[in-house]
């Protein structure tokens, strides 16, 4: 992947052309990239770009790199999103999981809410990249706060969703190498449980949830119980944990019966 991306070559042509020499400039950006992996740096990091959901998404220094397991995210989004349905995403990021849902599904539309003002100018990028730019508003400022006050005119969702921080503060520094010194700490440290984003989440999205929403919340594999009672205290329904690929628990969602 790191000499396709250094030479501009994509796989075929990488395969069809390998045994021509390269010359010293295209030499010198495969080893300058080959130094940066060892150095501990991510592939995507390195590239400036990761695909998730089959689509390509630009990354900076504010974003996570998007990873598999938050698919099935995307996966439940779209069989929970009714046509015509629109989404709020708090910690977007790269905007990935919004951009995935309305790139998929042309009669959504979507909102998404970041801290980083860095992070909201990838979003940006991405969603121009994919055509959807005019269907996802961005939004800076914390959790639900740029939404503004809860009242008759305020706008409803039928769908929240987060991948919000849920790495424990003392566990931050025995992750991988390319975790702990490349992805933004603010999006990895849920506090001292990891746990810290879920009751406000789960308490502020049932006043921006319309009759019969859902919430879905990504979590760290040993946190399913908890975040499942912390939906049960704020009054949600029809509670599920959702397994990943790997069997592990990935997501819990929750249905809001509204008034």
């Known amino acids: 992947m790191l000499v396709g991306w250094a030479l501009q070559l994509s796989p075929l042509q990488l395969a069809t052309r390998e045994r021509e020499s390269i010359a010293q400039p295209g030499l010198d950006r495969v080893t300058a990239a080959m130094e940066r ?3 501990g740096e991510p592939v995507g990091r390195i590239m400036g770009e990761r695909e998730f959901y089959g689509l390509g998404f630009h990354l900076n220094a504010a974003t996570l790199e998007p990873r598999p397991d938050t698919e099935l995210l995307v996966d439940l989004a779209l069989d929970l999103l009714p046509r015509g349905g629109r989404l709020l995403d708090l910690g977007t990021g790269t905007g990935c999981i919004p951009i995935a849902v309305l790139h998929a599904r042309p009669d959504a539309l979507a909102a998404a809410i970041d801290l980083s003002e860095k992070a909201m100018e990838a979003a940006q990028l991405n969603a121009e990249r994919h055509g959807v730019a005019e269907r996802l508003e961005l939004l800076l400022g914390s959790w639900f706060e740029p939404l503004g006050v809860v ?29 702990r010194e490349h992805d933004p700490i603010l999006a990895l440290d849920g506090g001292p449980d990891g746990l810290g984003p879920y009751p406000i989440i789960a308490a502020g999205a049932r006043n921006w949830l319309g009759p019969g929403g859902w919430l879905l919340l990504e979590i760290g594999s040993t946190q399913g119980a908890a975040v499942a009672t912390v939906l049960a205290q704020e009054g949600y329904a029809k509670i599920t944990i959702h397994k990943d690929l790997r069997g592990l628990d990935r997501v819990v969602s929750g249905h809001h019966p509204g008034q």
Request: charged letters at 20%; hydrophobic letters at 40%; proline letters at 12%.
């Open 37 to 39: 992996r060892l150095g």
């Open 151 to 179: 009242g008759p005119a305020a706008p409803q969702f039928n769908l929240v969703v987060s991948n919000p921080p849920y790495i424990e503060t003392s566990e931050i520094a025995s992750l991988e190498r390319e975790v």
